[in-house]
C-alpha cells in the first residue's frame, strides 16, 4: 500500500482495538498519532467509560515509494518553475547587454577584428558559461543551507519524487536548462542586436516577456494535465519544450520521449543559432533590410512630395 504510487498512504492500523498495529512513514506522525486516538475512543464507546488507557498500540516507521502521486506532480511542477526562472533571470539579460555594447561601439571594435558569428557564437556560449557558474553556485549554497533544516522538514522534501527517479531527474533538468538557455539566449541576443538605443530595448520589452510568460504558463498548465492534447502541444513547440519535458519526466518514468525530445530541441537550437547569427550580423552591419518594425516607421516618417 506505500509503494502504490496511485496514492498517498501516510498511515494504517489493522488488528483488534485494544493492542492496534499502526504502520506510518516518517511523515506520517501525526496521522499515526490520530490512528491511536480514534481506536482509544472506539474502544472507550464499546466499554462504556472508564479514563484508564485501554489500548496499547504498536507504531512502525515503514519505508514507502517517495514518488506518490501528488509527490510526482509537485517535482513536475517544481522543474517547471526552476527552469523558468532561471532561463528568465539569466538569459534575459543578454538583450540589455547587447544594446549596451551597441551604444558603447565594443561591438564595432570587435567586429573589425574577427567574424561577427563568432562573436555571436562567443557571446553566446560565455553567457551560458556565466549562467553555470551562477547556477552551481547557488546550488552549493541550497543543499548545504537542507542540511540545517529539521527533520520533518526534509522528510517532506523527500515525499517529493520524480518518475525517472533521483539520478535521471537532475540529468535532464541540467540538459533541459541547457536547450532553453541556448534557445532563448540566441533569440535575445539577435533581439539586441537591432536595437539602437534603449527606447527601442523598452518597445521590445514587453513582448519578450509575454512570450516567455506564455511559455511557462502554457508548460505548467501542461505539467498539471499529463498526458493531454495540451501537454503534447507544449511537448512539440520548441520555445515550450525544454519546459513541458522536465514536467513530463516528473509524471512518466520512461526515458525515450526525453532523447527524442533532446534531439528535437537540439536540431532546433541549431537552426536558431544559425538564424540567429545571420541577423546578428545585420543588426551590427546594418546589412540587408531593416526590421519589420523599423520599415514601418521609416515608411511613416518618409515626407510625401
Given amino acids: 500500500m506505500f509503494d502504490n504510487q496511485d496514492t498517498d498512504t501516510a498511515a494504517v492500523l489493522y488488528g483488534p482495538l485494544n493492542r492496534p498495529d499502526i504502520l506510518h512513514v516518517a511523515r506520517g506522525r501525526s496521522e499515526a498519532q490520530y490512528l491511536a486516538q480514534l481506536a482509544e475512543q472506539s474502544l472507550r464507546s464499546q466499554k462504556a467509560g472508564g479514563t484508564a488507557p485501554m489500548s496499547t498500540p504498536t507504531r512502525t516507521v515503514v519505508d514507502a515509494s517517495p514518488a506518490s502521486s501528488s509527490g510526482r506532480g509537485q517535482a513536475a511542477s517544481i522543474g517547471v518553475f526552476g527552469i523558468f526562472f532561471l532561463t528568465l533571470f539569466l538569459s534575459g539579460q543578454a538583450v540589455g ?58 522528510n517532506d522534501f523527500a515525499s517529493m519524487g520524480a518518475a525517472v527517479g533521483v539520478p535521471a531527474y537532475p540529468l535532464l533538468f541540467i540538459a533541459y536548462f541547457t536547450m532553453a538557455y541556448m534557445l532563448l539566449g540566441a533569440v535575445f541576443l ?7 538605443t534603449q527606447r527601442e530595448l523598452q518597445m521590445l520589452s514587453l513582448p519578450i516577456t509575454i512570450f516567455q510568460m506564455s511559455m511557462f504558463g502554457l508548460s505548467l498548465a501542461a505539467a498539471g494535465q499529463p498526458g493531454s492534447g ?76
Fill in 97 to 154: 547587454t547587447m544594446a549596451e555594447e551597441r551604444s558603447n561601439k565594443v561591438i564595432e571594435i570587435l567586429a573589425a577584428a574577427i567574424p561577427l558569428e563568432s562573436v555571436f557564437f562567443g557571446k553566446l556560449i560565455g553567457m551560458f558559461g556565466a549562467a553555470v557558474l551562477f547556477v552551481l553556485f547557488w546550488a552549493t549554497l541550497l543543499i548545504n543551507g537542507a542540511k540545517l533544516l529539521p527533520v520533518r522538514v526534509t
Fill in 190 to 196: 539577435s533581439i539586441g542586436a537591432q536595437t539602437n
Fill in 230 to 305: 495540451l501537454a503534447l502541444v507544449a511537448e512539440i513547440f520548441p520555445f515550450s519544450s525544454p519546459f513541458a519535458m522536465i514536467g513530463h519526466a516528473g509524471h512518466s518514468p520512461e526515458l525515450w520521449p526525453h532523447f527524442a525530445a533532446l534531439a528535437w530541441q537540439a536540431l532546433w537550437v541549431a537552426i536558431t543559432v544559425t538564424v540567429g547569427a545571420r541577423l546578428f550580423r545585420r543588426g551590427v552591419l546594418k546589412s540587408g533590410s531593416p526590421p519589420f518594425w523599423k520599415r514601418k516607421r521609416a515608411a511613416i516618417d518618409t515626407p510625401v512630395n
